[in-house]
């Protein structure tokens, strides 16, 4: 009776047994799947938690790099300001310095009782009527449709020229300036009305357009640049940016203000006397062909130089123009984010610049201006000017986006200006067109 239950009871332990191992073998599945799940949560937390160092990591790299690029931007700024010779309270698009002899033009008594210089009737002189300023700076009022001549030190507006309107001597957003000193004619590339008028200088009057009438391929469709170069003339006649151009002669060394008067003087005699000069080149940056216009003085064209394009010695939108003292044109192509380089006869000679926000890097460049062997670029969309030597080595940038002086805010131009300093000093700066801030920004070189 004993053994029979003991049986009993280990059958019932076997049975007990097998119940379990089937549940077991039932359950395993289950556990292998729970085990893979918590396998593959332990790996995507550290996937995640290696993704979050990585993600800090690089902010913080980015936030180092800004505060680097903001430390060094402050650097600039802070040079600048100390370098700050002027501000002018004028919204310009282009500037050019004129000579050192502009004769404010005598007004009648009515006129010179207005006070307002904005309603300034073209011809008009608010201040030294009668009397030859000094360093006088001619800037491009988009918002008026002038040309407004302005006296660099005690800044007023001694006159304008032109006059908002559709006739031949009107004007329609003017976008670009040049001086032709032995004629003393000024040239304004009038955008809107895809042309170039020149305009004498002291009388503010109409002289003739250029870039209206020719054969078909020849016209213009948007004149956004222009630039002078006169042939077979002593290399001290300024670059047409109203830069001085350099001089070897002992006078130059000497003086460069009174050798460039010299010249300039002995030039304007010839021309008064009737004495034959070769005519001046006129070039026209032909912004909706993509191309630069050649035209000689009175008009006629000569030729075209590059196509649409981002190769080598194509263009796409061009903008600012510059001529070196031996014919050497510099070209803001600004929608290929660079500066290219070609001959006078319109052979490519090289590019400066590429797209960037790096040292020598461009984006949206736009005005232009060589002086002494130095290039000068309105980097727009980097908010500051670039200096470069004429081979392209990049030499310095100042500025950069804000409101106080010393800062741009997509400045458009830029021009050297020549000044006779004090005693035995020579200074040069560097006039910028400031728009969006409304201003005219007057910068020491070097500084």
């Not at 020849?218 to 006169?230: C, P, Q, S, W």
Request: glycine content about 8%; overall charge negative.
């Amino acid at each position: 009776m004993c053994s029979c239950s003991s049986v009993e009871v280990l059958r019932a332990y076997v049975q007990e047994l097998h119940a379990i191992l089937a549940l077991y073998e039932a359950a395993e599945p289950r556990l292998v799947e729970l085990r893979r799940q918590h396998d593959e949560q332990r790996r995507e937390a550290t996937r995640q938690q290696q993704a979050k160092l990585e993600r800090e990591a690089r902010e913080r790299d980015r936030r180092q790099r800004r505060e680097r690029r903001a430390r060094e931007a402050w650097a600039d700024v802070r040079r600048a300001r100390k370098g700050v010779h002027a501000v002018m309270d004028l919204a310009g698009a282009a500037v050019v310095e004129l000579d050192h002899a502009f004769a404010a033009p005598t007004v009648n008594a009515s006129s010179s009782s207005s006070d307002d210089s904005e309603s300034a009737e073209p011809g008009e002189s608010h201040t030294a009527r009668g009397r030859r300023i000094d360093h006088c700076l001619a800037v491009c009022d988009q918002r008026h449709h002038q040309v407004a001549i302005v006296e660099r030190e005690s800044r007023p507006v001694l006159q304008r020229i032109g006059q908002g309107g559709n006739a031949d001597s009107q004007l329609c957003n003017p976008h670009a300036l040049a001086f032709d000193r032995v004629t003393r004619h000024l040239y304004v590339a009038d955008s809107n009305k895809h042309r170039v008028q020149v305009y004498e200088l002291e009388s503010g009057s109409f002289v003739r357009s250029i870039g209206t009438a020719g054969p078909p391929g020849t016209l213009v469709n948007f004149a956004t640049g222009v630039a002078l170069y006169r042939r077979a003339l002593p290399r001290a006649v300024p670059s047409t940016t109203g830069a001085a151009a350099a001089a070897t002669s002992p006078l130059a060394r000497a003086s460069p203000e009174l050798h460039a008067q010299h010249e300039q003087h002995e030039l304007q005699e010839q021309h008064r006397h009737g004495h034959e000069l070769e005519q001046a080149l006129v070039f026209v940056s032909d912004y909706g062909n993509h191309r630069v216009q050649v035209f000689s003085q009175d008009g006629s064209f000569v030729r075209s130089i590059g196509s649409c394009g981002t190769g080598d010695a194509q263009l796409f939108n061009p903008q600012g123009l510059a001529c070196a003292t031996d014919g050497t044109l510099f070209v803001s192509d600004y929608g290929n984010h660079r500066v290219q380089v070609f001959a006078q006869d319109g052979s490519f000679v090289r590019s400066i610049g590429s797209r960037g926000t790096g040292d020598g890097q461009l984006f949206n460049p736009h005005g232009i201006s060589i002086a002494n062997g130095l290039v000068a670029v309105a980097d727009c969309g980097n908010h500051r000017v670039q200096v470069f030597s004429q081979d392209g080595s990049f030499v310095r940038k100042f500025g950069a986006q804000g409101v106080e002086e010393g800062l741009f805010n997509n400045p458009l131009d830029v021009a050297w200006c020549h000044d006779s300093g004090s005693g035995d000093t020579h200074e040069t700066l560097l006039a910028v067109c400031d728009p969006l801030n409304r201003r005219l920004q007057l910068i020491m070189w070097p500084y």
